[in-house]
């Protein structure tokens, strides 16, 4: 009916009523039979049925044709397309991209006010931002320098909790503020008393000069909630600094620019000059001076809005000038209120607040007339080979885009500089700095994920400004019913939506047709509901399905290597969608068994599309036969214009929606003897709250796609294909993401190639021709080993949702390239020598994926963190009452120690000038002061890095599960992140939080002295070898020969002085090195004589040791000296290559030989093969100790979870594998394996 009067009303028919009432007549008159769309409208029409048929769907831009769907008697059709289109899917705020201090500041706001993130990230980038103001720019080259300038607006409805976290975000800019306004009415009263007196003087000097009138103060001003140019214009030209403006409602000043029209011009011009270091240039009617005119100056600005008013707010005008161009919007969903007795963590907040200050004390340079200018920060080498790469991928996106959201585009590329340098000067500032250091790569990477997120945003809000108001109302109706039908287990009645709002719905029908619209549009579907009771009825509920976006789990752009979020591999980092009730039925779904080999059905219509989770998008239709995108039939177009054959032109996927066809393909494969291609599509990145949408299978010629959520119980009918692909070599991308996500569904993987890690075997340490590093992503690689481009349009497209042609044309080229991929990595592995390491990383992937999590006892955690705040508040306050602040007024004597400038001063009250505040400089200050403030940065940093924000970020459920990375670094040592459980410190207390489950206990094997063991191999040093060949510790050895003692009398403090000597100068270090490695990491005080001579010493016990290291120093510096921008390949003692770089560049960007590189890839690199074939073993002798599961590879050691009554036996087991990886690398030299057992991984 809803529908028929929107026709009526275009039409402008003028009796809908009568129109109503004949389709309620025809509706009637089928009563007895079950309404199936537009077959059963063209019957009910008769004759001229299809014809009515064909141009209604032309004007509603639908397919007429009726799709078919596996298993259906008769080729029931689906419902057709919707022409409602949603917004793209949320992503949520990419907080690991901030720096660490505004990380804690956020996760900690969305935690006790339970909203999200981005309400408390965008106005605090704001404040930073605007406290750095015109000090700083970032210079990307001479002609383009990037201000800090930012400004956000967060778009929520009413009651969405906005305003609190932005109060929050600027309260101490604002307290600031509140500060420098007491002060200047202190010193105007100060002025005014003597300018009196000045006054009385120059009366009573009868002609003679009284002197110089006193100076009029000026109120320092750093913050406005007035967004008038003329009002900014008569503070900033006295604050030219740094500035923020504020609006709880920016709506205020959007109006604001055109408040003084009607005198004869608009605030838009100045406002724009405002956001980039510009001039501001204002003429007054009243007030003095009449003319403002003030160049270099530039505001940040905050706040939020109302989607309804935004739209509203908005005017062509507004489009034209660029004011929404440059605003950074965030548009998060909304969710219920919920209650919460977290509270903000006030050590977190006052971090926060102590940022602000410090960005507050930065200083710009000042030219000869004393004007200010900022300090251009370069980027470094890195830095800058991050910045092209972005600049070039993100112009491709740009031309991609057009009107407004191309000019949205045009600014978020400056801005990707902008939030590089905020993150640094906030980075900087926070660790004691002063933001005067090159802007580096990790900053840069941090900058472009930034923009690329409000990049997502920005699409998602011109859409929703765009779009009709009939499409506005249907959004709110779907939000309103998903939340409530979130109350009421996930499924919402007629009834229930009229209790809601008995005054909008008055009568349960009324509430029927709204859902009914919403099912028409392809947001939810009925559900019969059986009869509660004796004489009941039966009724249907509405089930709503998610719109939420999914990401591909393919590798792409990310690089784990240069620290990207997200696991190893993986292309983005998106959201995890709402999803549909577990275990949907196949027959309530129209999706198709495909072909003829797995399923009796086969297709009449030009397409197949899977609809179960429909979100109403637009189907992308591909005429039956038509070619794969940018490929001829049956061949491959290389770059070049050759034609390949290696890969073989996209194939129609078979998609199975059936037990019954999914047993046919399991048929098939146990008889199958060559290899298998799989992949996944799910719906996020975390196997324990997400699940898989799609699993591809690739055999021969054959493409098969299953879509798991038409299957009611999917463990039970991919039993008989997991039982199948037990046998086979599988082949995969990224393949531990898939089989962490298959294990939960029964997958136990037998033999696996995974042409992402072979990929970087083979390419271990290669470069672009830019510098950069590789990417493995199954685009780059399929790039650079087959010659083809792939198309990855589909890539972050709505994986929970109906699925399009194009998507399973998508999904089904992931999986088919993956053979042709695999066999010419082989190809190449083995030509290079390698197959054996990449044969090692295959056997050891499965018993990576196969970690667990690891359980955290909390309570412990923080206290921990309390502690840590408390010995850094303890030391603040005896640094306070060593050096008292005689410039603080009451209550705020004490002094910021993490500002530069007031250490500097603090210092100055000692009786010691300091030239700078870093830590070499304060190590040579001989005051106690010195050794207290060293001592607090530590406890800041475990606060900063350990705090209660790593709880908030990293635990779930009482445990984490970090992502490890196979290949984390190009030597082939295993990385970990999310959290990185490898830099939590031996023997600390943080080891101690990491706990056992009831019932279980920790199996704890380290490698003894493996590095040193494996050096002794690599350099055949007689000393060493023997000394591990008796069972003697080599560090009292070590102990005796430095020092010249027996080594009966070697004491405790010799052995921990031999232990420095021993791993600091087993790569070259010097000796200047070795006297700071020393005291930082074992406590050890030398002299500069004690270094030399510990030096010297080491290397007469150990001769042997200094001839491997004087035969790599020779070579690399004679290929240095041929040439600084070539490479070599260095080798393990199990086979592995890396590709080096003869030489490094200092912090001046100066080069020199790359002699430690060359010295440690072949010891770690060696140690990196003995873990992996640990590993592999644990996983292929899993069955002789059955309970037990790896939790935590932490370089040299493996932790296992096992029961308790079983700890004696796995100790052994896990010892012996152990043991049996290492030995054959390093014989003669024996390998020894220290066991612990407790509760705890650190005791």
């Known amino acids: 009916m809803t529908f028929v009067t929107a026709v009526c009303a275009a039409a402008r028919d003028e009796e809908p009523g009568d129109r109503v009432k004949a389709v309620r007549s025809t509706f009637a008159a089928h009563t007895d039979a079950k309404l199936t769309g537009w077959p059963k409208l063209i019957e009910s029409l008769g004759e001229r049925g299809r014809a009515v048929v064909g141009h209604v769907t032309e004007w509603l831009d639908v397919p007429p044709n009726p799709k078919v769907a596996f298993g259906r008697p008769g080729g029931a059709p689906t419902p057709p397309v919707p022409a409602f289109r949603p917004l793209p899917a949320w992503q949520p705020f990419p907080l690991d991209h901030l720096p660490v201090v505004l990380r804690g500041f956020v996760a900690s706001v969305s935690a006790a006010m339970r909203c999200d993130p981005t309400y408390a990230a965008l106005p605090a980038l704001a404040a930073c931002a605007g406290m750095i103001g015109a000090t700083r720019t970032v210079r990307l080259k001479n002609s383009w320098h990037e201000p800090a300038m930012i400004w956000t607006?967060?778009?929520?409805?009413?009651?969405?909790?906005?305003?609190?976290?932005?109060?929050?975000?600027?309260?101490?800019?604002?307290?600031?503020?509140?500060?420098?306004?007491?002060a200047h009415a202190e010193a105007a009263k100060t002025y005014r008393a003597d300018l009196r007196e000045y006054e009385r003087a120059r009366k009573s000097a009868k002609g003679a000069d009284p002197g110089d009138p006193p100076v009029e103060p000026v109120c320092t001003r750093i913050y406005s909630r007035d967004t008038t140019v003329e009002a900014l214009a008569s503070i900033v030209h006295t604050n030219r600094n740094r500035f923020l403006v504020g609006r709880d409602e920016l709506s205020g000043w959007l109006a604001s620019f055109n408040q003084y029209k009607a005198q004869g011009g608009s605030d838009l011009a100045n406002w724009l000059e405002l956001h980039g270091l510009g001039t501001l240039s204002v003429d007054r009617k009243t007030g003095e001076p009449k003319m403002i005119f003030v160049s270099g100056v530039g505001v940040s600005l905050c706040g939020g809005i109302q989607p309804g008013v935004l739209r509203t707010a908005l005017s062509a005008q507004h489009f034209r000038a660029g004011i929404p161009a440059r605003l950074l919007f965030a548009y998060p969903p909304r969710v219920a209120k919920e209650w919460s007795e977290d509270d903000i963590d006030a050590a977190v907040e006052a971090r926060y607040a102590r940022l602000l200050r410090g960005l507050a004390d930065l200083a710009p340079h000042t030219d000869a007339r004393d004007e200010p200018y900022p300090v251009a920060l370069a980027l470094t080498p890195e830095a800058r080979t991050e910045w092209v790469a972005f600049y070039a991928r993100f112009a491709r996106r740009q031309t991609e885009a057009d009107g407004d959201l191309a000019a949205a585009f045009a600014k978020l590329e400056g801005y990707a500089a902008r939030l590089a340098l905020v993150h640094h000067v906030v980075r900087s500032v926070d660790a004691g700095g002063s933001g005067l250091e090159a802007v580096p790569a990790d900053s840069v990477r941090a900058g472009i994920a930034l923009a690329d997120w409000f990049a997502s945003e920005a699409e998602r809000v011109y859409q929703m400004l765009g779009e009709a108001p009939e499409a506005g109302a249907t959004r709110a109706l779907f939000e309103r019913v998903r939340r409530l039908a979130d109350r009421f287990g996930g499924r919402l009645t007629a009834r229930q939506l009229q209790n809601s709002n008995s005054r909008k719905y008055p009568k349960t029908e009324v509430a029927e047709a709204a859902l009914e619209g919403l099912v028409g549009h392809g947001l939810g579907r009925w559900e019969p509901v059986p009869p509660t009771g004796k004489g009941g009825h039966p009724s249907r509920a509405f089930v709503p399905l998610p719109t939420s976006d999914t990401s591909d789990t393919t590798p792409g752009a990310g690089d784990p290597d240069e620290g990207a979020g997200g696991p190893p591999g993986s292309d983005t980092t998106p959201p995890r969608p709402t999803q549909p009730p577990p275990g949907t039925p196949a027959d309530t779904a129209a999706t198709a068994d495909r072909g003829s080999t797995f399923g009796a059905s086969t297709p009449t219509g030009p397409e197949v599309v899977s609809e179960v989770s429909d979100v109403g998008r637009e189907t992308e239709v591909r005429p039956e036969g038509a070619d794969g995108p940018g490929d001829a039939a049956g061949s491959c177009v290389g770059r070049d214009g050759a034609v390949s054959d290696a890969v073989p032109a996209p194939v129609e996927p078979h998609v199975l929606t059936t037990a019954a066809g999914i047993g046919?393909?399991?048929?098939?494969?146990?008889?199958w003897t060559g290899p298998i291609g799989l992949d996944t599509e799910t719906t996020g990145l975390d196997p324990t709250r997400d699940r898989v949408r799609l699993l591809q299978l690739a055999f021969g010629d054959e493409t098969v796609v299953i879509d798991l959520f038409t299957l009611s119980d999917p463990a039970a009918a991919l039993a008989p294909l997991f039982e199948a692909l037990a046998g086979p070599e599988v082949v995969g991308h990224n393949l531990q993401f898939?089989?962490?996500?298959?294990?939960?569904?029964?997958?136990?993987?037998?033999?696996?190639?995974?042409?992402?890690?072979?990929?970087?075997?083979?390419?271990a340490g290669d470069r672009e021709e830019n510098n950069a590093r590789l990417k493995h992503g199954l685009g780059e690689v399929v790039e650079r080993e087959l010659g083809r481009e792939m198309n990855k349009d589909s890539q972050t497209s709505d994986w929970s949702g109906r699925l399009t042609s194009a998507q399973l044309a998508y999904a089904a080229a992931d999986v088919a390239v993956l053979l042709p991929l695999a066999a010419s990595l082989k190809e190449k592995l083995a030509a290079a020598a390698l197959a054996a390491t990449a044969d090692l990383e295959m056997r050891a992937l499965p018993g990576i994926a196969w970690a667990a999590p690891i359980a955290v006892d909390v309570t412990r955690w923080l206290a921990i963190a309390d502690s840590a705040e408390g010995q850094r508040s303890r030391l603040a306050a005896e640094m306070d009452a060593l050096a008292p602040n005689p410039g603080g007024l009451p209550g705020m004597e004490s002094w910021n120690w993490d500002s530069p400038q007031q250490v500097k001063e603090a210092f100055a009250q000692v009786g010691v000038t300091l030239e700078a505040t870093d830590d070499d400089t304060l190590a040579g200050i001989d005051h106690p002061l010195a050794g207290q403030l060293r001592e607090y940065r530590g406890w800041t940093k475990r606060v900063g890095t350990y705090g209660r924000s790593w709880v908030e970020k990293h635990v779930a459920n009482g445990a984490v599960l970090p992502s490890w990375n196979p290949l984390g670094a190009e030597s082939g040592r295993m990385s970990c992140s999310d959290p990185n459980l490898q830099q939590i410190p031996r023997g600390s207390e943080y080891r101690r939080c990491f706990v056992a489950r009831p019932g279980c206990v920790l199996v704890k094997a380290d490698y003894s002295q493996v590095e040193l063991r494996i050096a002794a191999k690599v350099a055949d040093e007689p000393v060493m070898i023997a000394a591990y060949r008796d069972g003697r510790d080599l560090h009292t050895l070590t102990a005796a020969r430095v020092l010249g003692k027996p080594v009966a009398d070697v004491t405790k403090a010799d052995r921990q002085l031999a232990k420095a000597v021993n791993f600091g100068l087993l790569y070259g270090m010097g000796w200047r090195s070795l006297k700071g490695y020393a005291k930082s990491n074992y406590g050890v005080e030398l002299t500069d004589a004690q270094a030399k001579g510990y030096r010297d010493a080491f290397f007469r016990a150990y001769p042997a040791l200094q001839a491997w290291h004087a035969r790599t120093e020779a070579e690399v510096k004679r290929r240095f000296h041929a040439g600084p921008e070539g490479t070599h390949t260095v080798v393990t003692l199990g086979g592995r290559r890396r590709v080096l770089p003869v030489a490094k560049r200092d912090a001046k960007g100066q080069p020199y030989p790359n002699k430690t590189d060359a010295l440690n890839t072949p010891v770690q690199g060696t140690g990196a093969d003995g873990l992996k074939a640990a590993i592999a073993r644990l996983w292929e002798r899993r069955a002789e100790c059955p309970g037990a599961v790896p939790v935590v590879f932490a370089h040299d050691e493996i932790v296992l979870e096992v029961p308790e009554a079983r700890s004696a036996r796995v100790a052994d087991w896990l010892t012996a594998c152990m043991v049996e990886a290492v030995a054959p690398l390093i014989a003669p030299v024996p390998i020894a394996v220290e066991v612990t057992t407790g509760r705890t991984w650190g005791g």
């Open 664 to 671: 046919d393909v399991a048929d098939v494969l146990k008889r």
């Open 153 to 182: 607006a967060v778009v929520g409805e009413s009651g969405t909790l906005k305003t609190p976290p932005y109060r929050r975000a600027v309260a101490p800019v604002v307290a600031m503020q509140t500060e420098h306004i007491r």
């Open 738 to 763: 898939d089989l962490r996500f298959l294990a939960p569904l029964g997958f136990v993987p037998g033999r696996v190639f995974d042409t992402m890690l072979a990929s970087r075997v083979l390419h």
